[in-house]
């Protein structure tokens, strides 16, 4: 009897570490995968790996991978053996899981990579990716992989802050390399009157957008060419990623009433359309006809989103007819082939007049407004963007400056809509949102700061979006692993440093000239430090500068250390002495910016109230941060020595 129950023992152990390297645990990315099935042995992966595509769009996508594994991970050669990574398009593969579900098996000498479309290879490209990046050997095992939901992203208002088409490019390959695929870009809105002496003339508005049609509409401070907008939605499309346009109507429409005061409502403010006028239909009609011509269309992607929220539903006359103009031009998008999205009112807006339902995307985003479980009885599909768990409105004092992720990875879904929750996966919520809303205009915050806030929420919200419920991943594990990956192949708005590496000297850096460092910024937190012995300068003197920002040696107006980014300048009240050496090193976060003169700290530019709020109830909030340009030095006189940086960042 005893040595019956020896032997099964001797088995157990023997066999023990075959088991577990076959179970190996589930490897870490955003999203986590579905599924992972652990074997035994690894692959290797370096340069002379050949990648061959059956097919032609998996061809397309072999061509984008190689180019991101080149960006990603450098060249390789010098160690690793020529296996095959294969990529083939097979619709029956999962098919019940939905055109992005993929396949990846992994074994000793190749990789395969299979989708159920174009769409789901590409996504399993990010996901090997993604593991490579965290180390060229990989475990040997099988991935299966699909989303819960099939809308994935996040709206961000361009209309009261210009971001540069290169900021948009990038946020579309942060938004692929994690699998989300719908970017929603909000491009009109304005100010609030309050910040601007009360006087609508006066408060800030923009409409982002070319317009042949109405040319006097487009702000003149920052927009996008067609041809531009056009382009982009081609390449985010190429990367499985749809932009989802608006033109906000008929609130948060200033910049149409300053270019045509006429359709202004006089009962509701200069921000409100005048739903009774003609004309603010034959402009609306004007616009739709430009940009949806099916010769030469500006929109080209599925959707249109046009607005249609926090219009006043104090007179049932209006309401009627907000319910009217929102049936139609649901109806007039429609009608050149697009999907009409909206914002989620009609709870507010209750009437009688009958607004389109089927096949419309509603997203609800406040109870006030829209109830999400009565917009589902009604009939509408739904986008999960509720205020009260994903509104970013950054330096603002309200909603979030940045998303609670924890609070969300933990306890959100897109079936929970503010204080309702529906049914999990839920055939009518089509997916979840985060939003940015930039609603303090001129609060000096940079196109950098919003992003420090979009990275965490997109990490979040990819997870989210795409595994609701069915995560495996303790939180503490997510928030430590995910700051080690990359924001996209190519991509570094954060201004990181290289992986393993924080810091870099420069002994004896000369004026006009390129730094010659790896980065030409440095992102939050760091300390960048030198020695300057400065001769006559003008004022306007750059000392350092790279494509976002400068550090000024003399600011053009006062003469003294200084900065400038986004069109917004900034100084400390120090000037540096002519012909003596001074150590300068200057400080910066995400909240902060310092400045210490020869190690004693000499003045911090924080976030304050804005010089021109001082005197008002809830004030705009003045940001002074700076991600450190260190792309050349200016063309100054005196010397510079000892350039030192430092990446402070756990």
């Given at each position: 009897?005893?040595h019956?129950l020896l032997i099964?023992?001797?088995l ?7 088991r ?13 995968v579905?599924?992972?099935s652990g ?9 002379l790996?050949r990648l061959?595509?059956k097919?032609?769009e ?15 991970l450098?060249d390789t050669?010098?160690a690793g053996?020529?296996?095959t990574?294969s990529?083939?398009?097979?619709p029956?593969l999962l098919?019940?899981?939905g055109?992005?579900a ?5 074994l000793?000498d190749?990789?395969?990579l299979t989708?159920?479309s174009r769409?789901?290879l ?5 996901t ?11 475990s ?7 989303p ?9 208002d ?8 290169n900021?948009l ?8 390399y994690?699998?989300m695929?719908?970017?929603h870009?909000?491009?009109n809105d ?7 002496s009360?006087d609508?003339?006066?408060t800030?508005?923009?409409f ?7 040319p006097?509409?487009t702000?003149t401070d ?11 939605q081609l390449e985010a499309a190429s990367l ?11 609130a ?5 009433t300053h270019?045509m005061?006429?359709?202004?409502s006089k009962e ?8 009774f ?10 616009l739709?006809?430009?940009?949806l011509?099916?010769a ?6 599925p959707?249109v989103h ?8 104090k007179d049932?006359r209006?309401?009627e ?5 929102t049936?139609?031009y649901?109806?007039?998008?429609e009608?050149?082939g697009?999907?009409a ?6 709870s ?5 007049t ?12 406040s109870?006030d407004y829209?109830?999400?479980r ?6 509408y599909d739904v986008?999960?963007?509720p ?5 970013i409105v950054p330096a603002?004092g309200y ?7 924890e609070k969300?990875?933990?306890e959100w879904t ?5 204080s ?11 997916g979840?949102m985060f ?5 303090h205009c001129?609060?000096g915050?940079?196109?950098q700061?919003?992003y420090?806030r979009?990275?965490p929420a997109v990490?979040?919200?990819a ?11 303790p939180?503490d ?13 190519g ?6 440093p290289?992986k393993?590496?924080r ?6 850096p000369k ?5 010659g460092?790896p980065?030409?910024?440095i992102?939050y937190?760091y300390?960048?430090s ?9 004022r ?10 400068v550090?000024?040696?003399s600011?053009?107006e ?6 400038e980014?986004d069109?917004y300048?900034y100084h400390?009240d120090?000037?540096?002495p002519?012909?003596r050496?001074t150590?300068?090193t200057?400080e ?5 910016t310092?400045?210490?003169?020869d ?5 911090t530019?924080?976030?304050?109230v804005h010089p021109e709020?001082?005197?008002?109830k809830?004030?705009r909030?003045?940001?002074q941060?700076?991600v ?5 030095t ?7 020595s000892d ?8």
């Amino acid at each position: 009897m005893k040595h019956g129950l020896l032997i099964p023992l001797l088995l157990s152990i023997l066999l023990s570490p075959v088991r577990g390297l076959a179970q190996s645990d589930k490897p870490f990315t955003i999203p986590e995968v579905k599924s992972w099935s652990g074997a035994e042995g690894s692959f290797h992966y370096s340069d002379l790996c050949r990648l061959t595509p059956k097919g032609k769009e998996a061809t397309e996508v072999a061509v984008l991978l190689r180019q991101d594994l080149r960006e990603l991970l450098g060249d390789t050669t010098k160690a690793g053996s020529a296996g095959t990574i294969s990529l083939a398009i097979r619709p029956t593969l999962l098919s019940d899981k939905g055109s992005e579900a993929y396949r990846i098996e992994i074994l000793p000498d190749r990789i395969s990579l299979t989708g159920n479309s174009r769409q789901g290879l590409y996504w399993a490209t990010r996901t090997l990716l993604q593991l490579l990046e965290q180390g060229r050997e990989l475990s040997c095992g099988v991935i299966e992989d699909y989303p819960d939901y099939p809308i994935r992203g996040f709206m961000l208002d361009v209309g009261r802050k210009f971001f540069s088409l290169n900021f948009l490019r990038a946020t579309v390959k942060l938004m692929a390399y994690y699998k989300m695929n719908a970017f929603h870009i909000h491009l009109n809105d304005n100010g609030f009157k309050k910040f601007y002496s009360d006087d609508w003339d006066k408060t800030y508005a923009a409409f982002r957008l070319e317009s042949e049609t109405h040319p006097g509409l487009t702000a003149t401070d920052g927009h996008y060419s067609k041809a531009d907008f056009r382009q982009l939605q081609l390449e985010a499309a190429s990367l499985g990623v749809t932009i989802i346009p608006e033109i906000d109507v008929p609130a948060h429409t200033l910049a149409f009433t300053h270019y045509m005061p006429s359709i202004g409502s006089k009962e509701y403010g200069a921000d409100h359309m005048d739903l009774f006028s003609p004309d603010t239909y034959r402009v609306l009609d004007d616009l739709l006809g430009e940009y949806l011509d099916p010769a030469d269309p500006t929109f080209i992607s599925p959707y249109v989103h046009i607005g249609t929220d926090e219009y006043s539903n104090k007179d049932q006359r209006v309401v009627e007819q907000f319910r009217a103009f929102t049936d139609r031009y649901i109806r007039k998008v429609e009608s050149y082939g697009k999907r009409a999205a909206v914002w989620g009112s009609l709870s507010h807006a209750r009437g009688k007049t009958p607004v389109k339902v089927d096949d419309v995307l509603l997203y609800c985003w406040s109870m006030d407004y829209s109830l999400a479980r009565e917009m589902i009885d009604m009939g509408y599909d739904v986008v999960s963007m509720p205020d009260r768990w994903v509104y970013i409105v950054p330096a603002a004092g309200y909603y979030y400056d940045y998303l609670d992720i924890e609070k969300l990875y933990k306890e959100w879904t897109p079936a929970t809509m503010n204080s309702e929750t529906l049914e999990e996966h839920h055939p009518q919520i089509k997916g979840g949102m985060f939003a940015v809303w930039n609603d303090h205009c001129g609060n000096g915050i940079s196109q950098q700061d919003v992003y420090h806030r979009i990275f965490p929420a997109v990490h979040t919200l990819a997870a989210k979006t795409w595994q609701g419920r069915s995560g495996t991943v303790p939180y503490d594990t997510f928030d430590q692993k995910r700051r080690g990956l990359s924001e996209a192949p190519g991509v570094n708005l954060l201004a990181r440093p290289e992986k393993d590496r924080r810091s870099y000297v420069v002994s004896s850096p000369k004026a006009d000239s390129p730094l010659g460092l790896p980065i030409t910024e440095i992102g939050y937190d760091y300390r960048v430090s030198f020695r300057i012995t400065p001769g006559e300068n003008p004022r306007g003197t750059v000392l350092f500068s790279s494509k976002d920002a400068v550090v000024y040696l003399s600011t053009p107006e006062e003469g003294l250390l200084g900065f400038e980014r986004d069109g917004y300048r900034y100084h400390w009240d120090y000037r540096l002495p002519i012909g003596r050496e001074t150590k300068v090193t200057i400080e910066g976060t995400n909240r902060e910016t310092r400045l210490y003169i020869d190690g004693r700290l000499q003045e911090t530019l924080g976030i304050i109230v804005h010089p021109e709020d001082r005197e008002l109830k809830g004030p705009r909030y003045w940001v002074q941060t700076l991600v450190f340009p260190l792309e050349r030095t200016g063309r100054f006189t005196g010397s510079l020595s000892d350039l030192r940086v430092e990446w402070l960042s756990n």
